[in-house]
């Protein structure tokens, strides 16, 4: 009877304290840009615990374009990885807190009677619109190999599929376009000219939130930052384990196609991109990029003159949570993929 009654008690007091340790777990709202591979950089650190582990229940919310930056502006959620600067020119209080990656991911593909660079001058070449960021990059990397803007006509066709289109039927001789589309053209002979990200950068965000939660919650930011840096430091590690989240996110089967995605986005992060954050260099670079695009569109931006890198970023949270994990000789090879 005595057995019995102490097994209830143990049933009991367990059965309480899972559900205190399930209360006690902060509720967290990120939102992502986009579905598929933007939401690999949070389910990692949600399946295998990292989240967990500093005390949180993180709710991922797909969104789109613009939203992602406007639900973290509004308080809606408390972090996204839309890509703010635009919102902190046009005046929002906002900080970017982690890039995942600081190269494009477009490459230059152009008709097989082309093989260098040079050799662009006085043809077509397919942009998405006049003052899109692939469009930008472009113009960055002509001129980082001397070809004069000037002298490429460039024509806007929009969407990547349609460039495709147009360098195939050969009404263009070149455009930007990412690596599957890229050798798509290759297998029917067209060149794979150059990797955009060899000569220009490109941040992407991985978390961004709003100066009131790093001013009231620091110790939340810094949790959140270390967890999704734990996630981010495992798929650049780890790469085999990393690719069967990307198979799950992606819906593929094929591993080995996943490993080659797991390889295009490992190349597209710089060492210093790995652990959270950038140079000075690509980060000026980014600001002036999306300063100029706002300005061929006529956007107007509220800070006007020089602008300080602060003012955009803060990768405080990031570096000290890299220097804990270092120096703690964490190991991401230590962890495997676990299914949903």
Do not use: C
């Given at each position: 009877?005595l057995?019995?009654?102490m097994?209830?008690?143990?049933l009991v007091?367990?059965?309480?304290?899972?559900?205190?340790?399930?209360?006690?777990?902060?509720?967290?709202?990120?939102?992502?840009k986009?579905?598929?591979e933007?939401?690999?950089?949070?389910v990692?650190?949600?399946?295998?615990g990292?989240?967990?582990?500093?005390?949180?229940?993180?709710?991922v919310?797909?969104?789109?374009?613009?939203?992602?930056?406007?639900?973290?502006?509004s308080?809606?959620?408390?972090?996204?990885n839309?890509g703010?600067?635009p919102?902190?020119l046009?005046?929002?209080?906002?900080?970017?807190?982690?890039?995942?990656?600081d190269?494009?991911?477009?490459y230059?593909?152009?008709?097989?009677?082309?093989?260098?660079?040079?050799?662009?001058?006085?043809k077509t070449?397919?942009?998405s619109?006049?003052s899109?960021?692939?469009?930008l990059?472009?113009?960055?990397?002509?001129s980082?190999?001397g070809?004069?803007?000037?002298?490429?006509q460039?024509r806007?066709?929009?969407?990547?599929s349609?460039?495709?289109?147009?360098?195939?039927s050969?009404a263009v001789?070149?455009t930007m376009?990412t690596?599957?589309?890229a050798?798509?053209?290759?297998?029917?002979?067209?060149r794979i000219?150059a990797?955009?990200?060899d000569?220009v950068?490109?941040?992407s965000?991985?978390l961004e939130t709003?100066?009131?939660?790093?001013q009231?919650?620091?110790?939340?930011?810094?949790?959140?930052?270390?967890?999704?840096?734990?996630?981010q430091l495992?798929?650049?590690?780890?790469?085999?384990?990393?690719a069967k989240f990307?198979?799950?996110?992606?819906?593929i089967?094929d591993?080995?196609?996943a490993?080659?995605?797991?390889?295009?986005?490992?190349?597209?992060?710089?060492?210093i991109?790995k652990?959270g954050?950038a140079?000075?260099?690509?980060?000026?670079?980014?600001i002036e990029?999306?300063?100029?695009?706002m300005?061929?569109?006529?956007?107007t931006?509220r800070?006007?003159?020089?602008?300080?890198?602060?003012?955009?970023y803060d990768?405080?949270?990031?570096?000290k949570?890299y220097?804990?994990?270092?120096?703690?000789?964490?190991?991401?090879?230590r962890?495997?993929?676990?299914?949903k």
């Amino acid at each position: 009877m005595l057995k019995t009654l102490m097994a209830v008690a143990l049933l009991v007091y367990s059965g309480v304290a899972e559900a205190f340790a399930a209360e006690a777990l902060k509720k967290i709202r990120i939102a992502s840009k986009a579905a598929g591979e933007s939401l690999v950089p949070y389910v990692i650190p949600q399946r295998l615990g990292f989240y967990r582990e500093e005390g949180m229940d993180i709710d991922v919310i797909v969104t789109r374009g613009t939203v992602t930056t406007q639900v973290v502006v509004s308080g809606a959620v408390d972090y996204s990885n839309g890509g703010s600067i635009p919102a902190i020119l046009g005046g929002a209080r906002l900080k970017i807190l982690q890039v995942s990656t600081d190269k494009p991911s477009q490459y230059l593909v152009v008709s097989p009677k082309i093989s260098s660079m040079k050799q662009l001058n006085g043809k077509t070449v397919a942009i998405s619109d006049s003052s899109g960021n692939s469009t930008l990059l472009f113009r960055e990397l002509l001129s980082k190999n001397g070809v004069a803007v000037e002298t490429v006509q460039l024509r806007a066709l929009g969407e990547p599929s349609v460039r495709l289109g147009a360098l195939l039927s050969g009404a263009v001789d070149a455009t930007m376009i990412t690596v599957g589309m890229a050798r798509q053209a290759q297998a029917k002979g067209f060149r794979i000219l150059a990797y955009s990200g060899d000569y220009v950068s490109s941040l992407s965000a991985n978390l961004e939130t709003n100066d009131d939660k790093i001013q009231s919650s620091p110790d939340e930011v810094y949790r959140v930052v270390k967890a999704t840096l734990k996630g981010q430091l495992f798929y650049h590690r780890n790469p085999n384990e990393a690719a069967k989240f990307i198979m799950e996110v992606l819906r593929i089967t094929d591993f080995n196609e996943a490993k080659e995605i797991w390889r295009e986005r490992d190349k597209q992060a710089s060492e210093i991109a790995k652990t959270g954050r950038a140079t000075e260099e690509v980060m000026m670079t980014n600001i002036e990029r999306v300063r100029d695009q706002m300005r061929s569109v006529g956007a107007t931006t509220r800070i006007k003159g020089p602008l300080t890198l602060d003012q955009v970023y803060d990768f405080s949270f990031v570096k000290k949570a890299y220097e804990e994990i270092r120096t703690s000789k964490w190991d991401p090879m230590r962890y495997e993929y676990v299914r949903k």
